[in-house]
């Protein structure tokens, strides 16, 4: 039995809350776009993005590590898979969307540099006078005009909702209010649920990671109180603390996350009666987030993840010498145009050479920005 474009659509409507954002409401493509035969806007979106190169290089950009310091830590890719995960099941949850929760969910990070968010502090700093770089920003000029996939206009013509997504991504570390959006007006459940599945990935991730790197103490745990409380509940010390007590944790805090969270959401959208996407809209904050107890107990996490682990010296030290890679490639490239591939250089042309340099440092992995570097300031690496 084969299923339709307008049965998928259909069925969405039976099944969506009230509040889900439907494929077939969609406000549509910059680019006239005929529908598919038996695929959703939001499906087709979500295809667009994991065919982009774009999205592929993210599997040797950082997360925390440089690829450099082993095979085993998160890198942006494997991070972007998760929290694509944990957003189609708060999606699933709640009745919303989760092709258009899993499509922002895939597509938040495309626009970062390598080197996570060194890099990114890095490219902000050089730009700063030639109209400025943050990721999100990056990530929309990716899918609107760097990729090209389609003969007649550049970008992959993603619908207003995905894009939407990237410009009002918003956590600790996003910024928001560029592109042709209306920033009075609060963007779709699912992208708020894009929103909190980042976060909720990277705060429990990071940790993990920390962990199994050795640059987190097991011993320092007790200072968080959801160790405190699982340690309680699983009568495990400190002393017995191995791979399997560390999978076993962050599992157990991955679900406390997602249950505080959608418990929380759902009584939110009850309480302020949310009956439709446009109340959603016109609400005027977040609908979607933590319960206040809950966010309590996250900021000493976060806290404690800032000062033991991002600032840790080893990671400062991978964060410095990413700064060097790209501030070096950066005024390199500036001031003898010729060394960037021809491709590149036609851009020159029809844009400033800050924004044209920026796009292609931005869009490398961090591997091809250290192999550039050496072959630009290394004697001894062949060109």
Same mark, same amino acid.
């Given at each position: 039995?084969?299923?339709?474009?307008? &049965?998928?659509?259909?069925?969405?409507?039976?099944?969506?809350a009230?509040?889900?954002m439907?494929?077939?409401?969609? $406000?549509?493509?910059?680019?006239?776009?005929?529908?598919?035969?038996?695929?959703?806007?939001?499906?087709?979106?979500?295809?667009?993005?994991?065919?982009?190169?774009?999205?592929r290089?993210?599997?040797?950009?950082? &997360?925390?590590?440089?690829?450099?310091?082993?095979?085993?830590?998160? %890198?942006?890719?494997?991070?972007?898979?998760?929290?694509?995960q944990?957003? $189609?099941?708060?999606?699933?949850?709640?009745?919303?969307?989760?092709?258009?929760?899993?499509?922002?969910?895939?597509?938040h990070?495309?626009?970062?540099?390598?080197?996570?968010h060194?890099?990114?502090?890095?490219m902000?700093?050089?730009?700063?006078? +030639?109209?400025?770089?943050?990721?999100?920003?990056?990530?929309?000029?990716v899918?609107?005009?760097?990729?090209?996939?389609?003969?007649?206009?550049?970008?992959?013509?993603?619908?207003?909702?995905?894009?939407?997504?990237?410009?009002?991504?918003?956590?600790?570390?996003?910024?928001?209010g560029?592109?042709?959006?209306?920033f009075?007006?609060?963007?779709?459940?699912e992208? &708020?649920?894009?929103?909190?599945?980042?976060?909720?990935? +990277?705060?429990t991730?990071?940790?993990d990671?920390?962990?199994?790197?050795?640059?987190?103490?097991?011993?320092?745990?007790n200072?968080?109180?959801?160790?405190?409380?699982?340690?309680?509940?699983?009568?495990?010390?400190?002393?017995?603390f191995?791979?399997?007590v560390r999978?076993?944790?962050?599992?157990?805090?991955?679900?406390?996350?997602?249950?505080?969270?959608?418990?929380?959401?759902?009584?939110?959208?009850?309480?302020n009666?949310?009956?439709?996407? &446009?109340?959603?809209?016109?609400?005027?904050?977040?609908?979607?987030?933590?319960?206040?107890?809950?966010?309590?107990r996250?900021?000493?996490?976060?806290?404690?993840?800032?000062? $033991?682990?991002?600032?840790?010296? $080893?990671?400062?030290?991978?964060?410095?010498?990413?700064?060097?890679?790209?501030?070096?490639?950066?005024?390199? +490239?500036?001031?003898?145009?010729?060394?960037?591939?021809?491709? %590149?250089?036609?851009?020159?042309?029809?844009?400033?050479?800050?924004?044209?340099?920026c796009?292609?440092?931005?869009?490398?992995?961090?591997? +091809?920005?250290?192999?550039?570097?050496?072959?630009?300031?290394?004697?001894?690496?062949?060109?």
């Amino acid at each position: 039995m084969l299923f339709t474009r307008q &049965q998928l659509e259909e069925k969405e409507f039976q099944t969506l809350a009230p509040y889900g954002m439907k494929s077939r409401e969609t $406000r549509g493509r910059i680019y006239p776009d005929p529908e598919h035969e038996y695929r959703t806007a939001f499906q087709r979106d979500r295809d667009r993005i994991l065919h982009t190169t774009a999205f592929r290089r993210l599997e040797f950009k950082t &997360q925390v590590f440089v690829i450099t310091e082993g095979d085993y830590y998160r %890198t942006r890719l494997t991070h972007t898979v998760e929290v694509a995960q944990i957003g $189609r099941t708060l999606a699933r949850t709640l009745g919303a969307n989760e092709d258009l929760t899993e499509a922002i969910c895939l597509v938040h990070d495309i626009g970062h540099t390598p080197f996570g968010h060194a890099g990114e502090y890095t490219m902000r700093r050089l730009m700063a006078d +030639y109209g400025g770089f943050n990721h999100q920003q990056q990530g929309l000029r990716v899918v609107d005009e760097l990729e090209e996939r389609f003969p007649e206009h550049r970008g992959l013509n993603l619908t207003y909702e995905v894009r939407e997504g990237i410009a009002k991504h918003e956590t600790a570390y996003d910024e928001i209010g560029f592109g042709d959006f209306d920033f009075n007006e609060m963007p779709t459940l699912e992208s &708020q649920l894009a929103s909190a599945a980042d976060e909720i990935a +990277y705060n429990t991730a990071d940790l993990d990671d920390g962990l199994r790197a050795g640059l987190l103490d097991p011993y320092e745990l007790n200072e968080l109180e959801f160790w405190r409380e699982w340690v309680t509940l699983e009568i495990i010390n400190v002393e017995r603390f191995n791979d399997m007590v560390r999978h076993k944790f962050i599992r157990w805090l991955v679900n406390e996350f997602v249950t505080d969270f959608v418990n929380h959401t759902n009584a939110r959208l009850v309480e302020n009666k949310i009956q439709s996407v &446009q109340d959603v809209r016109a609400f005027g904050a977040p609908l979607a987030g933590f319960s206040e107890p809950f966010s309590a107990r996250i900021k000493p996490l976060q806290e404690f993840l800032f000062t $033991r682990f991002y600032r840790q010296y $080893r990671v400062m030290r991978m964060a410095s010498k990413a700064e060097q890679v790209i501030e070096k490639l950066f005024k390199a +490239y500036l001031a003898e145009p010729q060394l960037l591939p021809p491709k %590149t250089q036609a851009r020159l042309a029809q844009e400033i050479p800050e924004r044209v340099v920026c796009d292609y440092i931005a869009g490398m992995t961090d591997r +091809y920005a250290l192999d550039e570097y050496a072959k630009l300031f290394d004697p001894r690496t062949r060109v």
